[in-house]
């Protein structure tokens, strides 16, 4: 279990298992929320795997009871001087170096030659979707919740992935609202290959593992590129820096400096649980009127 203090190394843990290599984001305290070391320490993960000739499956999962929530509010959102907000007038280049980096690290995972498998248990939210996503499969427990709920204030997907994976139309559905759904209905949808009971979820997920691990690694790597150059040629990267910018100006925006206020005078988890059930108007800066 990492703890307040604890190394960059050690919120990212890795072993090998044979021929598939295990990462485990490693902040169980705070549902693995990203904070300012684990995205770095995820693409150093990955790089190891990668590095391993012995190598010829990757499977990312969570510690604890959630795979990861998102980004750390408590830091990110409830303290004054972090990263993700700025004092006005905001450098906006300053915001999208930082995020630029998250997400090239998140997308270590789609650029990986080795094929990743993303296990999801507990919940898939936020940045935590955005790294869900960039895996070549999400399987998930049924129950489980995946979404992105800051694109109701404060957040745009840096990945992109939503698009690429659903569609225009169903994208819109998620973008829209910001609802979380369940593993179920994510599988349904088409945005995750499968979703199972809990009880199922290990065994599911080292199956499929195990299948591609009697295919070489050279093979593995080739239809993987393939596939990926796709999705790339349809303009991924634009659609990501475009994607980081914006999320750069939704935390800058009236509405976004108002959520921000509000997490610092009311803290985090009351400014989230009335950002998701949408009792405050963060354009007046005030609880929603019930009557309008």
């Not at 993700?84 to 170096?97: A, E, G, S």
């Not at 921000?260 to 949408?278: F, I, L, M, N, P």
Request: with cysteine.
């Amino acid at each position: 279990m990492s703890a307040p203090g604890a190394s960059p190394q050690d919120k990212v843990l890795y072993a090998r298992d044979g021929r598939i290599a295990r990462i485990t984001l490693n902040r169980p305290e705070v549902l693995n929320a990203i904070d300012d070391d684990l995205p770095g320490a995820l693409s150093a993960a990955v790089a190891r795997a990668e590095a391993d000739p012995e190598v010829h499956v990757i499977v990312l999962a969570g510690a604890g009871e959630a795979f990861c929530a998102g980004y750390d509010l408590a830091h990110y959102a409830q303290q004054k001087d972090n990263p993700l907000t700025q004092d006005m007038p905001w450098d906006p280049v300053q915001d999208y170096r930082f995020m630029w980096a998250n997400n090239q690290h998140f997308m270590s995972l789609w650029r990986a030659l080795k094929p990743v498998i993303c296990k999801v248990h507990g919940y898939a939210v936020a940045g935590g979707s955005d790294i869900a996503l960039c895996c070549d499969f999400v399987v998930m427990e049924d129950t489980a919740e995946i979404g992105y709920m800051p694109t109701r204030v404060w957040g745009c997907p840096t990945t992109a992935m939503w698009v690429y994976r659903l569609g225009a139309e169903k994208a819109k559905r998620m973008m829209f609202t910001g609802d979380r759904i369940s593993g179920a209905e994510a599988a349904a949808m088409g945005l995750v290959l499968k979703a199972v009971p809990e009880a199922a979820l290990d065994a599911e997920v080292d199956a499929l593992a195990a299948r591609m691990c009697s295919v070489p690694v050279n093979q593995l790597a080739m239809q993987k590129m393939v596939i990926n150059q796709a999705i790339e040629a349809m303009g991924l990267n634009e659609t990501q820096r475009l994607a980081t910018i914006f999320d750069g100006i939704t935390r800058h925006s009236p509405e976004g400096m108002a959520f921000k206020r509000r997490a610092e005078t009311a803290g985090w988890k009351q400014a989230v649980q009335e950002r998701d059930s949408g009792t405050y108007d963060w354009t007046l800066d005030r609880p929603a009127n019930p009557e309008r």
